[in-house]
């Protein structure tokens, strides 16, 4: 029975926010949007993903999105040497961030210094790539949604596609081309950095940050939309978010990759959890189970992307 209440009260809440919301957002926005330097921008905290920065560099570059805030979590490969580049080019803005579990720590420190620089960010992570299936680049997407304060884009998780040994010589979003057959109930946001997050203090900022909002003596806290247009205060999954026709865009999660590297994060320290639910391998193998389908969506920009690639080289 109290199953069914919290349903029932997370629907009406939620059928509430969907009622109201789109009018307090419509009185506010003329009043919140400003040029800045950049349109659309990543911020993302990494520990020793070298061999990987450059393809997830390249490929955003090529979706649209003109800067990247990277917060290094005490890594000891070569990733200064991939990046260097891309700093010299005014591309990447480096930030050491030597601290443990500090992944919240260093998205509040991006918000109180740089959300001037850029209108819109994600907090992404050097494992997911943005993949819009019809518009070219992510601005092009965004133009139904910039209404809103931010925008959820669900998940689709990738596996290991059966390999034990990543190939270092090919591309992550090549390889790995098995999938889920469903949205995961989760994502990460792009978030108009015209508008106060509610709160830096717990995990949901990573996957659904609020937002402030005033309207004159009245104060509200605004949920994120989902990529179908409603918004989720409780209910992340609301909406036919099953509904993979719909979908007009999807976050490639490379979740493990090969089971080499999969193995080999599984025995260290983790920049969110203290205590790795990597170890387990039992969430390894739920993991790995739901991958059921090809999935190359992402294909759309491969050749771009390896042309890209070949000029750097």
């Not at 108009?192 to 830096?200: A, C, E």
């Amino acid at each position: 029975m109290k199953r069914i209440l919290k349903k029932l009260y997370n629907f009406f809440v939620t059928c509430f926010y969907n009622l109201v919301f789109p009018f307090v957002l419509q009185l506010v926005n003329s009043n919140v949007f400003r040029t800045k330097k950049y349109t659309i921008s990543l911020c993302a905290i990494f520990k020793d993903e070298a061999p990987f920065l450059k393809e997830w560099i390249e490929f955003h570059k090529i979706v649209g999105v003109e800067h990247f805030y990277l917060y290094n979590n005490d890594s000891s490969d070569d990733f200064r040497e991939v990046i260097q580049p891309y700093i010299e080019l005014g591309i990447v803005t480096i930030i050491e961030w030597p601290y443990p579990q500090a992944q919240m720590k260093a998205y509040k420190h991006f918000y109180e210094n740089f959300r001037d620089e850029t209108s819109w960010v994600s907090f992404l992570d050097i494992d997911e790539f943005f993949c819009p299936k019809y518009a070219d680049t992510l601005e092009e997407w965004l133009e139904s949604y910039k209404k809103y304060p931010v925008v959820l884009i669900y998940w689709m998780m990738f596996g290991t596609s059966g390999k034990l040994q990543h190939d270092y010589d090919s591309l992550v979003i090549e390889q790995y081309n098995i999938s889920w057959d469903y949205l995961y109930h989760v994502g990460k946001c792009l978030i108009n950095t015209n508008y106060d997050i509610v709160s830096f203090d717990n995990a949901a900022v990573h996957h659904s940050p609020w937002v402030k909002v005033t309207l004159g003596p009245i104060n509200f806290k605004i949920p994120p939309v989902n990529q179908f247009g409603y918004f989720v205060p409780k209910d992340l999954f609301w909406g036919p978010t099953k509904e993979l026709e719909k979908s007009t865009i999807q976050i490639n999660h490379y979740w493990s990759k090969a089971w080499n590297i999969y193995d080999n994060k599984r025995k260290k320290s983790d920049v969110f959890f203290k205590e790795n639910p990597k170890k387990k391998l039992d969430y390894f193998y739920f993991h790995e189970r739901e991958n059921r389908t090809s999935n190359r969506m992402i294909y759309r920009f491969l050749m771009k992307l390896k042309l890209s690639l070949n000029e750097i080289d």
